[in-house]
């Protein structure tokens, strides 16, 4: 393969993860894996929580605001598969859930 499409390749796997990309692309595993923990990590944009990659799932339930006595359970999954589970109080009035995903995100 052109040296400028596993360029590609590792960039799509840093961002997707080296399986994705290999079983998409019918590359060797151990190959893009290799490249991709040799090369730089992408640059993110300075000040931005998440890359334009970043998805918040957010229940219409949650946006409309759930009932006074209920509480509000936030289901965190990370990229790498790892999850957290919080249960917030239906007394924390005005929880930004937004900051603490950027929180969990970190830099």
């Known amino acids: 393969m052109p040296e400028a499409l ?28 290799a490249r991709t923990s040799a090369a730089h990590p992408p640059k993110r944009q300075a000040g931005a929580a998440s890359g334009p990659d970043g998805f918040l799932e957010v229940s219409a339930a949650q946006l409309l605001g759930p009932a006074p006595a209920a ?9 790498e598969g790892s999850r957290l589970t919080l249960t917030v109080p239906a007394s924390c009035q005005g929880f930004d859930v937004l900051a603490l995903v950027a929180a969990l995100r970190g830099p």
């Open 6 to 33: 596993w360029r590609e390749a590792v960039s799509a796997a840093q961002r997707y993860g080296v399986s994705h990309v290999a079983r998409a692309l019918g590359v060797g595993h151990a190959g893009l894996k």
């Open 71 to 79: 509480n509000l359970v936030i289901e965190y999954v990370a990229r």
